[in-house]
């Protein structure tokens, strides 16, 4: 068996596209698209972010929404992600997102991205955010009978070896069920 080395990077599939929502000071929304973050607990997410508009606006309000970027808004999604909010007065806009204000945080839902998590800052400390998810919405156009429907939803990947957006594949599997199979 042979093997191609790529050193030390941050390279692993699948990457989740994460979009940050936040209110500044006087209530205007912004997005940003974060590459590093996962869920790690019930009720935690873990992002890495440096120091950005988000990351003041963060310091403000206490508060943010992570929504899943999707096939239909990979354009929106990338661009903020590659435009800076303290360039650009108003990136939400020009990104064609629109935001409903949460029911359980102080930050901006992206009406234009049907799942998102609502999450309060638990800290923010040496460029981790680590976040207490409140709630999960999802809008119904992506539910069948009860639960988050992929085909419906259509969210995308990160791929880091190539920098592309690939959406996701069929089912393949059951989990915590398959496996027992080996039991």
Not at 10 to 28: A, F, R, S
Not at 32 to 47: C, K, P, Q, R, S
Not at 121 to 149: P, Q, R
Request: proline fraction near 5%; aromatic fraction near 8%.
């Amino acid at each position: 068996m042979s093997r191609t080395n790529f050193g030390a990077k941050p390279l692993m599939y699948p990457q989740p596209v994460l979009i940050i929502g936040t209110y500044d000071e006087n209530g205007k929304p912004n997005a940003m698209n974060v590459a590093w973050g996962i869920t790690t607990d019930f009720n935690e997410i873990t992002l890495s972010l440096s120091e950005h508009k988000t990351t003041d606006n963060l310091k403000v309000t206490g508060a943010f929404t992570v929504s899943l970027a999707t096939e239909e808004m990979v354009v929106a999604s990338d661009y903020v992600g590659v435009e800076s909010g303290r360039k650009v007065p108003d990136k939400f806009e020009k990104s064609g997102f629109h935001a409903t204000k949460s029911e359980f945080v102080n930050a901006p839902l992206i009406d234009e991205l049907p799942v998102a998590l609502e999450c309060k800052v638990k800290s923010f400390e040496n460029g981790i955010l680590l976040g207490e998810i409140v709630n999960v919405s999802a809008d119904d156009s992506v539910i069948t009978d009860g639960k988050v429907d992929l085909e419906k939803f259509k969210p995308i990947t990160f791929d880091p070896f190539n920098n592309a957006y690939i959406g996701l594949g069929k089912k393949v599997g059951n989990a915590f069920k398959d496996g027992m199979e080996l039991k």
